[in-house]
């Protein structure tokens, strides 16, 4: 299965399902996920299971050969049940308990609500557990997507009490931990401790980090709980969710362990309330790359963007090219199969204006047939590089701990760690030098250049893994605030960067926030980098300890103070950058660092160009595509034979339409 829609049968009259069916083979549909938001239809009254419709459109939708992915509707509890049990409606940060009318509406750790899920799913397993058109599950839809604020009801309460004492065992272990002495805050019990309500003053940060850390397992712990009636029901089905790329709400290398893989949604073009969320190239490529990193194995796309998009107000419509542009790039990062979100526009509801495939009056048009065409070029290839990875050199660390700890207290009022990394993350790029992103947890010994982004929070095993990575050869990028902090997120007493200084070389017995105040950095040699450059956010004033300076600062009172450095640690190279350095700098840096381990683009190609790979056993598969509204020409290898793009070569040149994509092949 290499494409597939999402559909819902529940939003059309029964005589059209076989219209949309026929439609959806002709353009090489093999996959529909079906059902996450269909319980009120599936039990319209508490114990009154009604199947039939979903029986049906799924024997319609077989008759074209196609399966089916069955969603938990779990997100959307009915009315009855909100009547009989209103206590399972979550609680907002200002205590005020939310209404019925969206979806999420739901407490995740509410045991009257469990009982309901545990009831229904278990009914809805049984019955699709022998359909031979049914292949596997997506548990509810993108946790925590409808409410920014997480649920601070009693029950909550109550299990974040459990959470703390299952992780400090004792009360004095937590007020150690946390430092709860600090404006009298001690406790005497655990009953005692508070959900971060609004107070009048910002609450303890260690509590608040906690509080982070219990609601992301909550959510693991909530998946796992649907995920294990299915199991037992269900053994021969594969269960995935769908994440939604850097959301920063949950864990998800935690909730990816459980899964057989997981899934992403991706809408490059997605607007809301005037905000541009990850709609440049690289930022896109970067929540390919992390979704592949959670279990560091290929993945589905669940959802990706098909049309404008939006609920209130919408993104720009897709330009000729662009579908089948953000498919091509889902794959290069590792997808193994695309489904498209929606197969209609649907007529009604909050989701009236989120376009899909064919448009409301559901007649095919333009993106009908580009998806069309992109399936009947693309299908036949993927089966090549089915299961390939990019076989990377480059390795960035991504910690929810560390967001969640900048999200607390960001240092800057501009200071984003997602913002941060990705600017490191582009340098790579728009090189064209492939990046897995990966977790703190995982093996990250087999790269040459390791990215650890602002690692305020430190921990002995991580510093050892460091250590050992840098001792045997590794060349790491440590950037600013770097070990700030135990993982209780409280101060450590050592001069910065702590435990980490070994590695590095230097200290840093003082730092400036750069809050308007201007800051700028020289090269250490003028045959290194060529100009005096400025930098932003922050500045570690460092002090060397056997590093050597890479750059100085330009400004201020500590002018001709180290701002970069490089120590030679054993059989590694150990970097420090102390500030934010813009786009030109970085690009200079990562050059420098990359070129030294002999790190080469796959392709040099005008900017704008993406070149991605995927590996496998018999081959490189190279994916070229063309991000700009223009034309581009460019060399390509001459051991680079075409796959996709024939046409568009002439001699040793491609040249690229605009949105133009490409696929070769090299040993």
Request: include cysteine; charge should be negative.
């Given at each position: 299965m290499k494409f597939g829609v999402d559909y819902y049968p529940e939003h059309w009259p029964e005589e059209r399902w076989t219209i949309d069916a026929k439609l959806m083979r002709e353009a090489g549909i093999e996959v529909v996920r079906l059902a996450e938001f269909s319980w009120a239809k599936m039990e319209p009254q508490e114990?009154?299971?009604?199947?039939?419709?979903?029986?049906?459109?799924?024997?319609?939708?077989?008759?074209?050969?196609?399966?089916?992915?069955?969603?938990?509707?779990?997100p959307t509890p009915p009315i009855w049940i909100i009547e009989k049990n209103p206590e399972i409606l979550p609680v907002n940060q200002e205590g005020v308990r939310l209404s019925f009318g969206g979806r999420h509406h739901n407490c995740q750790s509410n045991h009257v609500y469990r009982n309901h899920i545990k009831r229904f799913v278990t009914c809805m397993a049984k019955h699709f557990s022998n359909n031979p058109d049914v292949v596997g599950w997506q548990i509810d839809n993108e946790f925590g997507n409808s409410h920014q604020q997480l649920c601070m009801c009693d029950s909550c309460r109550t299990a974040f009490h459990q959470w703390l004492q299952n992780k400090y065992e004792t009360i004095d272990n937590l007020n150690n931990a946390w430092g709860s002495i600090f404006w009298s805050q001690s406790y005497s019990n655990f009953a005692q401790i508070p959900v971060?309500?609004?107070?009048?003053?910002?609450h303890n940060p260690s509590l608040l980090l906690d509080w982070k850390r219990f609601a992301s397992d909550l959510i693991v712990d909530f998946q796992k709980y649907q995920l294990d009636i299915i199991r037992k029901e269900c053994p021969n089905h594969f269960i995935t969710h769908n994440f939604m790329?850097?959301?920063?709400?949950?864990?998800?290398?935690d909730l990816a362990k459980d899964l057989d893989f997981i899934s992403h949604d991706q809408y490059p073009m997605y607007f809301r309330k005037g905000i541009e969320i990850l709609s440049h190239p690289y930022s896109l490529a970067a929540t390919l790359d992390l979704m592949r990193g959670m279990k560091q194995k290929p993945f589905w796309i669940m959802e990706q963007q098909a049309g404008p998009s939006g609920w209130e107000t919408l993104s720009p419509t897709p330009r000729p090219g662009q579908l089948a542009?953000?498919?091509?790039?889902?794959v290069a990062h590792g997808a193994d199969t695309i489904v498209y979100f929606r197969w209609r526009s649907c007529l009604f509801g909050t989701e009236e204006y989120?376009?899909?495939?064919?448009?409301?009056?559901?007649?095919?048009e333009r993106r009908y047939e580009e998806i069309k065409q992109t399936i009947q070029e693309l299908g036949p290839a993927m089966d090549n590089f089915k299961g390939g990875m990019p076989d990377s050199d480059v390795g960035i660390l991504f910690s929810y701990d560390q967001d969640w700890a900048f999200q607390i207290q960001p240092h800057h009022f501009e200071l984003n760690y997602i913002d941060h990394l990705l600017k490191y993350y582009k340098a790579f790029y728009e090189a064209n030098i492939p990046v897995d992103m990966l977790s703190d947890e995982q093996d990250f010994m087999k790269y040459k250049l390791l990215v650890v982004p602002l690692l305020m929070l430190t921990k002995a095993d991580l510093t050892s893994k460091l250590e050992k990575y840098v001792a045997e050869g590794g060349h790491l990028i440590l950037t600013m605030r770097s070990g700030v902090k135990n993982w209780n997120n409280t101060v450590i007493p050592k001069i910065l960067p702590g435990d980490l200084s070994p590695i590095v070389g230097i200290k840093i017995p003082e730092y400036d926030c750069l809050n308007d105040v201007s800051q700028s950095i020289r090269w250490s040699s003028p045959g290194l980098f060529d100009k005096v450059e400025q930098v932003s956010k922050w500045a570690d004033i460092i002090t060397l300890e056997g590093a050597e300076a890479l750059a100085f600062y330009a400004e201020d009172?500590?002018?001709d103070t180290p701002a970069i450095t490089q120590n030679t640690y054993k059989q590694g190279i150990a970097y420090y950058v102390g500030t934010e350095l813009g786009t030109d700098i970085m690009k200079e840096f990562v050059y420098y660092a990359v070129s030294r381990l002999n790190i080469r683009p796959i392709l040099e190609a005008p900017q704008?160009?993406?070149?991605?790979?995927?590996?496998?056993?018999?081959?490189?598969?190279?994916?070229?595509?063309?991000?700009?509204?223009?034309?581009?020409?460019?060399?390509?290898?001459?051991?680079?034979?075409?796959?996709?793009g024939q046409k568009l070569m002439t001699g040793s040149k491609i040249n690229m339409p605009p949105y133009g994509t490409a696929i070769f092949k090299t040993e």
């Amino acid at each position: 299965m290499k494409f597939g829609v999402d559909y819902y049968p529940e939003h059309w009259p029964e005589e059209r399902w076989t219209i949309d069916a026929k439609l959806m083979r002709e353009a090489g549909i093999e996959v529909v996920r079906l059902a996450e938001f269909s319980w009120a239809k599936m039990e319209p009254q508490e114990g009154t299971y009604d199947f039939k419709w979903l029986d049906k459109a799924i024997t319609v939708l077989s008759k074209e050969k196609i399966k089916t992915v069955l969603g938990t509707p779990t997100p959307t509890p009915p009315i009855w049940i909100i009547e009989k049990n209103p206590e399972i409606l979550p609680v907002n940060q200002e205590g005020v308990r939310l209404s019925f009318g969206g979806r999420h509406h739901n407490c995740q750790s509410n045991h009257v609500y469990r009982n309901h899920i545990k009831r229904f799913v278990t009914c809805m397993a049984k019955h699709f557990s022998n359909n031979p058109d049914v292949v596997g599950w997506q548990i509810d839809n993108e946790f925590g997507n409808s409410h920014q604020q997480l649920c601070m009801c009693d029950s909550c309460r109550t299990a974040f009490h459990q959470w703390l004492q299952n992780k400090y065992e004792t009360i004095d272990n937590l007020n150690n931990a946390w430092g709860s002495i600090f404006w009298s805050q001690s406790y005497s019990n655990f009953a005692q401790i508070p959900v971060p309500l609004r107070t009048p003053n910002s609450h303890n940060p260690s509590l608040l980090l906690d509080w982070k850390r219990f609601a992301s397992d909550l959510i693991v712990d909530f998946q796992k709980y649907q995920l294990d009636i299915i199991r037992k029901e269900c053994p021969n089905h594969f269960i995935t969710h769908n994440f939604m790329g850097f959301y920063d709400k949950t864990n998800y290398f935690d909730l990816a362990k459980d899964l057989d893989f997981i899934s992403h949604d991706q809408y490059p073009m997605y607007f809301r309330k005037g905000i541009e969320i990850l709609s440049h190239p690289y930022s896109l490529a970067a929540t390919l790359d992390l979704m592949r990193g959670m279990k560091q194995k290929p993945f589905w796309i669940m959802e990706q963007q098909a049309g404008p998009s939006g609920w209130e107000t919408l993104s720009p419509t897709p330009r000729p090219g662009q579908l089948a542009l953000w498919t091509y790039q889902s794959v290069a990062h590792g997808a193994d199969t695309i489904v498209y979100f929606r197969w209609r526009s649907c007529l009604f509801g909050t989701e009236e204006y989120w376009h899909g495939i064919l448009p409301h009056h559901g007649q095919p048009e333009r993106r009908y047939e580009e998806i069309k065409q992109t399936i009947q070029e693309l299908g036949p290839a993927m089966d090549n590089f089915k299961g390939g990875m990019p076989d990377s050199d480059v390795g960035i660390l991504f910690s929810y701990d560390q967001d969640w700890a900048f999200q607390i207290q960001p240092h800057h009022f501009e200071l984003n760690y997602i913002d941060h990394l990705l600017k490191y993350y582009k340098a790579f790029y728009e090189a064209n030098i492939p990046v897995d992103m990966l977790s703190d947890e995982q093996d990250f010994m087999k790269y040459k250049l390791l990215v650890v982004p602002l690692l305020m929070l430190t921990k002995a095993d991580l510093t050892s893994k460091l250590e050992k990575y840098v001792a045997e050869g590794g060349h790491l990028i440590l950037t600013m605030r770097s070990g700030v902090k135990n993982w209780n997120n409280t101060v450590i007493p050592k001069i910065l960067p702590g435990d980490l200084s070994p590695i590095v070389g230097i200290k840093i017995p003082e730092y400036d926030c750069l809050n308007d105040v201007s800051q700028s950095i020289r090269w250490s040699s003028p045959g290194l980098f060529d100009k005096v450059e400025q930098v932003s956010k922050w500045a570690d004033i460092i002090t060397l300890e056997g590093a050597e300076a890479l750059a100085f600062y330009a400004e201020d009172y500590y002018k001709d103070t180290p701002a970069i450095t490089q120590n030679t640690y054993k059989q590694g190279i150990a970097y420090y950058v102390g500030t934010e350095l813009g786009t030109d700098i970085m690009k200079e840096f990562v050059y420098y660092a990359v070129s030294r381990l002999n790190i080469r683009p796959i392709l040099e190609a005008p900017q704008g160009v993406e070149v991605s790979r995927r590996n496998v056993k018999h081959g490189k598969y190279i994916f070229v595509l063309n991000h700009n509204p223009k034309p581009e020409v460019f060399d390509i290898p001459s051991d680079w034979q075409p796959i996709i793009g024939q046409k568009l070569m002439t001699g040793s040149k491609i040249n690229m339409p605009p949105y133009g994509t490409a696929i070769f092949k090299t040993e």
